[in-house]
């Protein structure tokens, strides 16, 4: 058998055989079952007509074309498995044409990228902000509980930023009279930017029964009317602030469990520098694997990276299905164009290969293994909540699903790795301590489902609105 195997970048081959005259005879046979179920032959019931009648009322050509069609595919796997390479997604016909003898077939191979040097990944110091928190952050939390037991009176002035307005408001379109845009004795704080852009500017400053305008465009909330402009006339009945109840141990006591001030903001202290530093400690995982994966440089072939947007998309729409909203009514929702939703996926696609290269690799320089008791308490826990735990394990057992099962155990083993050796630290080189959660060893990245495994994503957040977001705090 003669084949050719050419690179074509580092990660594709091309790789040529031919098909001869006979294999392509051999394979009219069943190329001529095939076509006949679908042909209404007289005096034979379907596909059971002979080849040369199915060849007289399709064409030589026809079945020629379809014989060959049949045939590539087998004799790809053999050239695959005789040249010892193994696609990460399906190969690509990129031409054939007749030779003496039969045809030549020349197919796209795509391989799995792998990492020719791994970045440095353990011992790392990774800088996160710092978790203390300063007697502005305590002061403005203690402001807001003010503001929850504070008391809206009226006063004799201008408005200024904070204060609140008791408004009547009235807009027309082009001179016409706008229905949903009208209101009564309705209470706004100045500042808030919650009524309509510009409304916080005009109502600086006014008093008490003056009137101004206002020209702007429709907000979202007008339906399919946003986007157009009209003319707001706001009358000003009211204006009031914000009465605070001062800070003291009295009104402390009364109104939370502590009993003077200083207790209440000790303990507010303590809780706030609890959450900064569980923020922290997330922010700090995703930095200290996205700061190896950033070193990533390599040339994914476009056939892996088109296979996991395939992947990513086809489990959106799941996501989209299940909650019963059509792709046409989220981009409608979201106001994202269709282009920009698919360079998102695609961005999202690529770190997500970079991330699961990145980790496969560290698995294999750090010798990273999964015993079978590791395997067996996975899917025993799984198959626990299934209503036929042995017949879970039976179509899980030496399938496909266990072996995507193992390389997320894998993976979670290698990011385990490359926390376990990272130290958080602030800008000066500082160690801060955060409370730095063990995940479960017997709990994969991937999610085991009845019958199925469906392999976790690697990413930096989750997909928002068609874009990778990430908790930067």
Do not use: C
Not at 72 to 78: G, H, M, V
Not at 85 to 99: G, H
Not at 259 to 285: C, H, I, Q, W, Y
């Amino acid at each position: 058998m003669t084949v050719s195997v050419r690179e074509d970048g580092p990660f594709e081959r091309l790789v040529s055989f031919e098909l001869s005259d006979a294999e392509i005879d051999a394979a009219k046979t069943e190329a001529a079952r095939r076509l006949s179920r679908d042909l209404k032959l007289k005096g034979f019931r379907p596909g059971k007509a002979p080849r040369p009648v199915v060849e007289a009322a399709v064409g030589a050509d026809r079945l020629r074309s379809e014989a060959i069609d049949d045939a590539i595919p087998s004799k790809l796997s053999e050239v695959l498995r005789s040249e010892d390479l193994r696609p990460a997604a399906n190969p690509q016909l990129e031409k054939m044409e007749d030779v003496d003898g039969g045809v030549e077939v020349e197919v796209r191979v795509a391989l799995w990228p792998t990492l020719s040097a791994v970045p440095p990944y353990r011992d790392r110091k990774i800088e996160i902000d710092s978790p203390e928190v300063t007697d502005e952050e305590v002061e403005t939390q203690l402001e807001r509980m003010r503001e929850q037991f504070g008391q809206v009176e009226e006063v004799e002035r201008s408005a200024q930023d904070g204060d609140f307005v008791s408004i009547d408001i009235s807009a027309t379109v082009n001179g016409e009279e706008l229905e949903e845009g009208a209101a009564t004795e309705l209470l706004y704080r100045i500042g808030s930017g919650g009524l309509l852009e510009g409304a916080d500017e005009v109502l600086q400053g006014v008093d008490a029964d003056d009137e101004v305008e206002l020209e702007t465009e429709l907000p979202d909330t007008f339906g399919d009317r946003a986007g157009e402009t009209a003319k707001f006339r706001i009358k000003v009945n009211e204006v009031k602030e914000l009465v605070l109840p001062e800070l003291t141990d009295e009104w402390v006591d009364e109104n939370t469990e502590f009993e003077t001030v200083d207790e209440l903001r000790a303990n507010l202290r303590t809780r706030m520098e609890d959450a900064k530093k569980g923020s922290l400690a997330r922010r700090f995982s995703d930095k200290a694997l996205e700061t190896l994966v950033d070193q990533v440089e390599l040339e994914i072939p476009q056939a892996v990276l088109r296979s996991e947007m395939d992947d990513l998309l086809h489990r959106f729409l799941h996501r989209l299905e299940e909650q019963e909203v059509s792709l046409e009514d989220y981009f409608a929702a979201t106001g994202i164009a269709q282009d920009q939703f698919i360079a998102d996926v695609e961005a999202q696609a690529e770190r997500s290969l970079r991330t699961r290269i990145l980790l496969d690799a560290i698995i294999e320089d750090a010798g990273i293994e999964v015993d079978e008791a590791e395997v067996d308490n996975v899917l025993h826990a799984a198959a626990a909540q299934s209503e036929d735990p042995m017949g879970f394990l039976r179509s899980i057992r030496g399938t496909p699903q266990e072996l995507v099962l193992r390389g997320d155990m894998l993976r979670d083993k290698a990011l385990k790795l490359i926390l376990d050796t990272a130290t958080p630290v602030d800008s000066e080189g500082n160690t801060i301590d955060l409370p730095l959660s063990e995940p479960d060893d017997d709990v994969p990245s991937g999610e085991v489902v009845e019958g199925e495994v469906v392999e976790g994503e690697v990413l930096e957040g989750e997909v928002v609105a068609g874009q990778v977001v990430s908790d930067d705090s």
